[in-house]
């Protein structure tokens, strides 16, 4: 213990003992009853990352052991005290906030932390006392705290300083401790009189900054040296570098470079041989500094090629085009923002890469202007810089005439939030054989322009109204060319909006039904609105009837139906049925579908022979004239045997797929028996002409089918 004390000097060792004696001799009686002494005379204990070394009931063998495991044991936490001194109406105060860094693994630990305010050198009457607690907080007891390995913490407190203490001598000191052990982990001190760094420690460096200190009165730098001061890489390896103290500020220019993602230590000595302050006062404990190189701020430059236009005489739009480079490290974003109506750019945002290059087309409009000199100016602001460009001409008109047909439009009446279109046209009069060349804007909104620009000899555009209040409005569009200008005004009587209606003569949500392919839909809808059916647009009369003719497939068809009034929309959905009956007799060859009589090549058969006695009883025949009347078509795959019907949906296919000799069928690629009941029947071939088990490939295709034994006629109906 003396050796350390000599060694370090007794004002570098905190002597705390935790639980005071209120009896104690040395007990200063304080109106608050708050005293509590660090111990002089006692014999103390000196904590150090949870070891103790006391000098009572320890021979000097094991407080020299004692000694060696604590200046070996490796450091569980790193702990700084700062303090600010406050000026308040009520008095002064001192605020403190401690800086607790574990960066060592810790045992299983509940810590608790408290601190405590002294003042040295105190004459009391006959009694001499180097330290007195003059405060604690939050309590002797402590307040219990959580950190993890490689975390870091912020403690504060303050505490109000009274009249009778010497402000010059008081010091203070935060101990981290168990709560079961009451073993001190570790603590920071504080003295008014001592230097104390002024500011946080930043946690990441640039590779080429230096590493700067400072604290809050001037140093000594003769104490600034290779014995205070070392610079150590994440290996432990020793960086060179040069030291430099002015005033209050300290400099470490390391040798070389740091690199990037690499962690680095700075480590500046306090105590009895460390740093020092102009006044002699030493460093309280050590710094150390731990930080991370970070990598090196991409930083975007703008470039631009030309800054300067000059487009001469011009009695046209102008075009030039613009280069603009990125001649830095990072990722450059800019923006381009013509001074006049007439100046601007194809793209007036862009990015360009490190070493990259951006093209765009400014564009000069001079159409509109008087003949004189202009001038105006691109303004490009970037995050690497920015730049002007300066552009000027001079404006002559040309000799072209402009002339607009019809000079004004009337679009009569229309119901309000409805769409109605008119044309003008553009024609260049004197004949030159010039190009007119510009832009047509609207007064406003509810009246449209396509195209919005142009350039041609002689052109229509087209002039859309779509208002949405009632009465009589008037506006105008104006065109501005290259040959002058001209004003073509508008009028519109807007009527009040009839609600929109939308419906099919005869469907109330039960299918129609049709005997016919051949099919007109009666629809009925609000006059002025648009039909569609099935996204294709129908025909409306002035009367609000639109009959929309189709082509129906066998069985059903679906139809989206839409109208549209203004902002105003409805849509349906109609059901149309194409019913088909097919009638035929066994061992006959006249057939009727839908009462239209066809003759068979090959009658239906139930007879054996000509078919194979199993299959005899189950009527087959030729199939394509019954699948065709169903919406399917016949296919036959010779070396597969295999004759495949598809079926047309509304909504997609049906697939029907039988083998030659094979007693099951796949529908839709599900394998199936022709005959659930026997399992015997199958497709065959007679007379070479292939015949099918009609009541299975009918019912297949969704049609009922009917056995009549007295006249021996069988009827399929579909859809069933």
Known sequence: MDKLESELGSDSIIKVRLHSNP????????????????????????????????????????????????????????????????????????????????????????????????????????????????????SAKGTTMRIKNGETKKLTTNFDLKEDWVKEELGATVVIFDQDTLEVYAYGAWRFKAPHLVGPLAGKISPNSPLSLSFDKDMDPATFNEGTVLFVDQNGLAVPGKISVSGSKCIYVPGRALEEGKKYTLYIKGGQSGIRSKTGEKLIGNIIWKFECEKVAEEPKLEVAEKTFDLGEISTTATRKLTLKNIGTGKLSATIKPSEPWLRTEQSEFEIEPDGSFETTMIVDPLGLEPGPYSGKLSIKSNGGNSEIAVGFTYKKSGMILKVEPSELDFGKIPKNTKKSLQIEIIEQAGEGGMLEGTITASAPWIKVDPSSFKCDRCKINITVEPNTEGALAGEVTIESNAGKTVVPIRVLVESAALLDLSVNGFSGTPLKTASPSYTIPISTTKGATVMVGGKPATVDQNGKANYSVTLIPGLNRFEISATLGSQNKKITVDVIYAVTIEL????????????????????TSSSPPLPKELGGSTYMPIREVAEALGAQVGYDGAEKKVTLTQSLWNGKNIVELWIGKKTAKINGKEVFIDSKTQKLYPTIISAKTMLPLRFVGEALGAGVAWEGATRKITLIYPK
């Open 23 to 138: 009896n104690d001799e040395f007990y200063i009686d304080e109106a608050d009853k708050r005293g509590q002494m660090y111990e002089r005379k006692a014999y103390p204990t000196i904590a150090f990352n949870g070891n103790f070394v006391k000098r009572s009931g320890m021979t000097a063998k094991e407080v020299e052991e004692t000694v060696s495991k604590v200046r070996s044991s490796p450091l569980s936490f790193n702990v700084s005290l700062n303090a600010k001194l406050k000026e308040e109406a009520a008095g002064q105060k001192i605020d403190f906030e401690a800086t607790v860094e574990q960066f060592g693994p810790l045992d299983q630990a509940t810590l608790k932390y408290s601190f405590f305010l002294f003042e040295d050198n105190i004459d009391r009457e006959d009694q001499y006392f180097q330290h007195v607690v003059r405060a604690i907080k939050p």
């Open 585 to 604: 007799w066994l061992d006959k060859t006249d057939i009727t579908i839908n009462g239209l009589k066809v003759t068979l090549k090959t009658a239906p």
